[in-house]
């Protein structure tokens, strides 16, 4: 610094042996300017031109350095910065002017970019922003007897456009989460809610309230940005219905090796602000992980020298109310739905399987029934990390006392990772049989998602 600023005051000294200086020519960048002014018993040195015009008019300098004693004769200096100080000592020969170098300048928060997440950190907040991004194009091949008019058909689709802030507040013990779907222009909001850490950063124990996805079920637990097949199997759909409003406690601890979560809820599904009876929605769920966290994500990014293992058991009772329709009139069933999975990861290995039962006991006089299913699902790396395969089996058995009325789905799909799932294009194949339609669908679906 004291060496910059004396090479900038040489470059003034050709023009103060005459006295006042004019404003230098400038050199690059770099404009000097000097002048300096007695008045009162004192020297005002100025290095703009602007502060210089503004005391001639006032009499006064503003903000300024005073240097009692260290000029010509033992005058005051009055200086309009470090610099003009810096070029009066040097012109008349003094001691150099000593300071500290100034620090250089930090914003008040910081911006970085990684994985499609922008994040802003400061002191005592931080906010991230994504975005996901998913273009469809769907062929279909419907059966006579489907239930979806047909035969034929081939479309494109916005299938999801989310936009997600989340991050702390205040303390890193609590945490936000906000995300939109824009594409469902009826009911855009997906995810509000507020999350406190009770072990101050050890994810023992904390409380979630707001709306978010219940405990229950892997793969809807799974983002559908993380999985491999163009999106979830329609059992996983049937049987966990996905977000509600209410309140969870729940727990990561061991890094992870444990995953318990306990929650009530209206029951009604998301953004629907009122119970329709006076039972609220339980639902529970234990996983236990005991090589470490397999994370909520399909396909094996993450196993290196071991594998990643988790098995757990799901818990969901609720009463819903049920509109009329057709012969059957308006009635309460109450549900009752247990559910197992368990997942295996190992060298670009994946396995998954995940189980479901639930029991109905219907009001009004309707006859009580069980519905079950099952989803069965693996996959392997062609290539490492880039190149995936995999294939699905799922059944769901919508009444277990009748027979010939089993729904079936199997399926290959195929992806393509630039950064695992945050940029990739995938495209799956699936037929879909209802027996008691005598049905049998098949599907071709494309989809390219980017999360930015």
Same mark, same amino acid.
């Given at each position: 610094m004291r060496k910059t600023t004396m090479i900038a005051a040489g470059l003034c000294a050709l023009a103060l042996l005459a006295g006042a200086a004019p404003p230098l020519p400038a050199q690059g960048p770099l404009t000097l300017y000097y002048q300096e002014v007695e008045h009162d018993g004192r020297v005002y040195v100025f290095n703009t031109p602007e502060v210089y015009k503004e005391f001639q008019a006032s009499g006064e300098m503003g903000k300024s350095i005073t240097l009692i004693g260290r000029g010509v004769d033992g005058k005051t200096v009055v200086a309009e910065n470090e610099t003009a100080a810096s070029l009066y000592f040097f012109k008349h020969g003094l001691p150099a002017y000593e300071h500290d170098t100034p620090k #250089? $300048?930090? #914003?008040?928060?910081? %911006? &970085?970019?990684?994985? &499609?997440? !922008? !994040?802003?950190?400061?002191?005592?907040?931080?906010?991230? %922003?994504?975005n996901r991004m998913q273009v469809r194009f769907t062929s279909e091949n419907l059966d006579s007897n489907s239930a979806t008019a047909g035969p034929e058909r081939d479309s494109f689709r916005i299938r999801r456009m989310k936009t997600k802030f989340d991050g702390w507040a205040y303390t890193k013990a609590l945490t936000y989460e906000l995300q939109l779907n824009w594409p469902d222009t009826a009911n855009p909001l997906e995810d509000v809610n507020i999350n406190y850490d009770l072990t101050k950063?050890?994810?023992?124990a904390m409380l979630k309230v707001g709306q978010f996805k219940v405990p229950f079920g892997r793969q809807e637990l799974t983002?559908?940005?993380?999985?491999? *097949?163009?999106? /979830?199997?329609a059992v996983s759909n049937t049987f966990a219905r996905g977000r509600d409003i209410g309140m969870q406690l729940w727990g990561t601890p061991a890094g992870g090796k444990l995953d318990w979560r306990v929650g009530v809820f209206n029951g009604n599904g998301r953004t629907v602000s009122r119970n329709d009876n006076d039972d609220l929605q339980l639902n529970a769920r234990l996983q236990w992980a005991p090589l470490g +966290?397999?994370? $909520?994500?399909?396909? +094996?990014?993450?196993s290196t020298d071991k594998p990643l293992f988790s098995v757990a058991a799901n818990y969901e009772a609720n009463t819903r109310q049920i509109a009329a329709s057709g012969a059957t009139p308006a009635h309460q069933n109450e549900q009752t739905i247990t559910g197992f999975d368990a997942t295996f990861k190992f060298k670009g290995f994946s396995l998954f399987g995940e189980y *479901?039962? /639930?029991?109905?006991?219907r009001t009004q &006089?309707?006859?009580? *029934?069980?519905?079950?299913g099952y989803i069965l699902q693996a996959g392997y790396f062609v290539i490492p990390k880039r190149l995936e395969i995999a294939l699905r089996t799922a059944e769901f058995d919508p009444n277990a006392a009748r027979s010939k009325d089993i729904r079936s789905e199997n399926g290959i799909a195929f992806s393509y990772y630039w950064n695992k799932h945050n940029h990739k294009l995938q495209a799956d194949f699936r037929e879909i049989e209802d027996e008691a339609r005598g049905a049998s669908d098949r599907e071709i679906r494309f989809q390219y998602q980017i999360i930015f």
């Open positions: #250089p $300048y930090k #914003p008040p928060f910081d %911006i &970085g970019w990684k994985d &499609g997440k !922008t !994040t802003i950190s400061s002191k005592n907040a931080q906010l991230v %922003i994504s950063g050890k994810k023992a983002s559908s940005g993380s999985q491999q *097949f163009v999106d /979830r199997a +966290d397999p994370k $909520y994500s399909e396909g +094996d990014f993450d *479901f039962d /639930r029991e109905n006991d &006089g309707l006859s009580d *029934f069980d519905d079950e």
